[in-house]
C-alpha cells in the first residue's frame, strides 16, 4: 500500500507545482465546446425534449474527463517507460505490481475528476440546468478509471510515443465523437448503434443523463464500466508480470 501511496503523493507534488498551468489547460476545451454548442448551435435547439446545451454538458463532461484521465496517465506512463526508463525499475523492484498499477491509474483518474469538477463550475456559470447527484458523480468517477485504466494496459504493450499517437487516433479519437456526446444515438442506423452502445465512453454520457432515469437504465452503465476497468485493469497487471 506504500506504494499506492507514494505514487499518489509524487503526482500530488507534480499538479500542485502546475496548478495553474493544469488548470487553465483543463478549461480551455470545455469553454470553447460550451461557446460553440451553448451559445452558437444550441439557441433554440432542443434534443431528447431539452434544451441542447442541457443535453451537451454531461456530453462535454464525459469526453473531457476521458481525454485528461487518459492524457494524464499517458504522459506519466510514456515518460518514465521510453524515456526515463524507469517504468521497467519499477516493474523488477520488489514491489507490488498491482498496487504500482493502481497508484498511476488513480492518480490519472483523479486528473479527471478535476477536470470534471471544473465544467461543473462553469456550467454553472453558463446557467445550464444539469442535475448533479450521487449517481452523476458515481459515473464520473468510473469513466475516469476506465480511462486511466486502458492508457496504462496500452502503454504496457506500446514501444514508442507514435505507436500510442496512433492508438488515440484510432480508439479515442472516434470515441469522442461518435459515443453520445454531442448527440443523441437515436438517429445513428441500428448495425452502427449497436456497436457504439459496446463502448464505455458510451455509457458515460448515457449514465451521465440518466440519473433521474428508471432504475434498469441506472444499474447497467455502471455496471458496465465497472467490468470494463476490471477486466483492462487485470490485462494490465498480467502484462506487467510477464515482463519481470
Known sequence: M???TSILWQEYIL??????????ASM????LYLIAFGWGLGGGVTVEGKAYINFVIPGIIALTTMTSSYNNTA????????FYKTFETFMIAPISIAYYALGKIVAGALMGMYSALLIIVLSIIFKAGITINLYFILIIILNCLVFAAI???????????????????FVITPMSFLCGTFFSLDKMPLTIKNIIWLLPLTH???GLRSSNDNLTNMIIHPIILILYFI?????GIRKCKRAE
Do not use: A, E, Q, Y
Not at 506512463?77 to 521510453?82: C, E, H, L, T, W
Open 28 to 31: 480551455v476545451s470545455p469553454i
Open 75 to 82: 504522459n506519466s506512463v510514456n515518460i518514465s517507460r521510453i
Open 151 to 169: 492508457v496504462f494496459t496500452v502503454g504496457v504493450f506500446i514501444n514508442s510515443h507514435s505507436d500510442m499517437s496512433k492508438f488515440s487516433s
Open 204 to 206: 458515460t454520457s448515457l
Open 15 to 24: 499538479f500542485k507545482r502546475k496548478f495553474w498551468t493544469i488548470t487553465l
Open 231 to 235: 477486466f483492462i485493469f487485470l490485462i
Open 2 to 4: 506504500s506504494t499506492f
